[in-house]
């Protein structure tokens, strides 16, 4: 066989099997969406297809979406999410994007020890936080009257104090591939070190603070643990409120997958309206290190 | 203090106190986020340490700190006292979380890195195949427990009804959240759900090979799995060195994917799916044992640290002999 054929061959059969692979990974989310139309037998005895009603139409039950804002307050949770997660990476990123600035740009007495803290805040067990974090809010509020538990503020000042050493160290190869003779210039124009920051190095990082700011933001929309233990009704986020209700309806499957439906959306379009520089952030920081 | 060790070094640098007034700017930068780690980092990390010395339960919880202190007694009953409450299930959630950790780390990595190497060549489409597999990715893992859950239930589950009923691998239905198959299901999912970050961070490595050195391999007449190991790699090697890292660590802390799996956020997930999180988290908040929940904490941190800097020794070491 000639060369150039072989290859044509090994390409195509190579585009077939990743085209399968593509097809076996996507099948859940197809999965999913198409359940949550469905009634919740057809889920329970595996009917793949839509069953049919008697006058022989397919029956897609869009009315499980009705239910599931009817039964859940799917409103608030969403609320709530959205105001946690945003502010939580507002507040982080600019704590980080400070602190990444000072590591990638000054060698001082205890930058070496600081890195190695904000890698060493990485391995800690979440668990172990979580209980000192929840008797020291009743505390709080024991001594000052103040309620934190159960507040945005708690689990904001939470996640952003959990978020922060990570992007730091993502944030950190941003501002290290930026040239250091950029700013050595507006030095030399007169630009004080905070004007430098400012007016140089911040508009170059963009890119990767955006980056490292959606993937912090996905992960705070992960977060199931501490949500689970220090919100209450009006301030439970969509992950506590999707276990809550999956507890209460457990052979409701339509719903579940409905519940999962909405709660991937939102994600799903912010990855859709950034994954541009999500794909660049990302693997940027991963491969200068 | 700082006076001292500026004599010390004054043959090598300058000064402490100078290089840190010359770096003022550094410090105010890094202020915040310091404050920020000292209250809600270093301050409740040394408490909850503190606490694996505590006898902290139901009845002592009011007391908190002032609970009675008991030594290593906490860590006597998960190390070595076969009969405390702790203890059942223990073993099984260890050797879960090992099972599950190592398959995870090494299957996300070798599915990120098959997909890279198929998605590294130039066709038709490249870039739209690539944003759709990243799709798993963005599925929070809430949901990815809980939509999984419910595939791989014994009968209506999309896996069931696709290996037994349309594909006839199975000659029965297999239950899958019952039993020792309860670790495929947890494993599965998992490397479902991260797979695709791997993918991406390999991918941003191939491309910066140069394609001399492929060139060259050519050549001297290198088969496509030498090159593969000779170069591709080796030269990834500081992809998956963090790739490996973070896998290691973040797999070890899984939590949501099991707990939203069995019983739908409630549920035992059986000896076969318990893992060290869930473990001690039902432990704390359904047992009330606080005391041995921290103490199995701060020795899953102390295995944590050791572990991480055996692949940091390691991965030195093979640096310095390339």
Known sequence: MPYYLRKRLTDLSINIVMLVFLFVTLMPIGWMLFSSVKNSTDIAIGRIGLSRNIEGHTEIHWENYVDLWKNVNFGLYLRNSVVICGTTVVIAMTLSTLAAYALSRFKFPGSDLFSNAILATQMIPALMYLIPLYIMFIKFTMLTGLPVKGTFWGLILIYSAFFTPFSIWILRGFFAAIPVELEEAAKIDGCNQFQVFWNVALPLAIPGIIATGIYLFLNAWDELMFAWVLTNADTMTIPVGIRLFVGNYQNRFDLMMAAATVATIPVCIIFFLLQRYIVQGLTAGAVKG | ???????????????????????????????????????????????????????????????????????????????????????????????????????????????????????????????????????????????????????????????????????????????????????????????????????????????????????????????????FWMITWPMLQPVWFILILFGLISNTYSFNIVIMMFGFGAGFPGEWGDLMMTNIFRNSFQLWNFGTGAAASVLLLIVMVAIVNVWFRLYKQAEEVR
Do not use: C
């Not at chain 2, 190390?79 to 599950?100: K, M």
């Not at chain 2, 890195?113 to 066709?123: C, G, P, Q, S």
């Not at chain 2, 993918?199 to 941003?204: F, I, Q």
């Open chain 2, 1 to 227: 203090m700082s006076v001292l060790s500026g004599q010390i070094n004054k043959q090598k640098k300058k000064p402490v106190l100078q290089r840190i007034k010359q770096n003022r700017i550094a410090y105010v930068f890094l202020l915040p986020t310091l404050l920020a780690m000292l209250f809600l980092h270093i301050f409740p990390i040394m408490q909850g340490i503190y606490m694996s010395f505590l006898e902290l339960n139901q009845f002592t919880l009011s007391q908190y700190l002032l609970a009675p202190f008991v030594g290593l007694d906490n860590f006597y009953k998960v190390l070595i006292d076969v009969n405390s409450p702790i203890r059942i299930g223990l073993f099984e959630a260890v050797r879960n979380t090992v099972i599950y950790t190592l398959l995870v780390t090494v299957g996300t990595l070798g599915v990120g890195m098959v997909v890279a190497l198929m998605l590294n060549r130039k066709f038709f489409g490249r870039s739209l195949v690539r944003t759709l597999f990243l799709f798993p990715w963005i599925i929070p893992t809430y949901v990815t427990g809980l939509l999984w859950g419910i595939m791989w239930l014994k009968e209506g589950g999309l896996i069931n009804v696709m290996l037994v009923d349309w594909l006839h691998l199975l000659p029965f239905k297999p239950s899958w959240l019952t039993g020792a198959n309860t670790i495929w299901a947890i494993i599965i999912p998992t490397i479902w759900r991260y797979w695709p970050l791997s993918m991406l961070m390999l991918l941003a490595g191939l491309q910066t090979i140069p394609e001399e050195l492929y060139e060259a391999a050519d050549i001297d007449g290198a088969g496509p799995w030498r090159k």
